[in-house]
């Protein structure tokens, strides 16, 4: 069964506040037995416009990944992220 992968590109208005999200969705990406495999870290835009926070995480299946995505714990999570953040996510499945 293909992985499930949640990439995400964020924007960070208030890293104060931004550092409570992390805190939480840390605990939630491990209650989903989630795996960080991109979390920061050097970028560089070679096409179409750049945010400075660039995520990957990589869950068992498609099916885990949205199910944290969708969970309580990350629902808290996303609740102190939004307001000081602008961002994108999506969940794709990976290759086999």
Known sequence: MPKGYIIGRVTVNDPV????YAK????AIRTYGGKPIVRGGQYTAVQGEARARNVVLEFESYAR???FYHSPEYT???AVRTPVSIGEFVVVEGAE
């Open 17 to 20: 506040i931004y550092a409570e």
């Open 24 to 27: 939480l969705s840390t605990e």
């Open 65 to 67: 990944a949205l199910e």
């Open 76 to 78: 808290l999570a996303k």
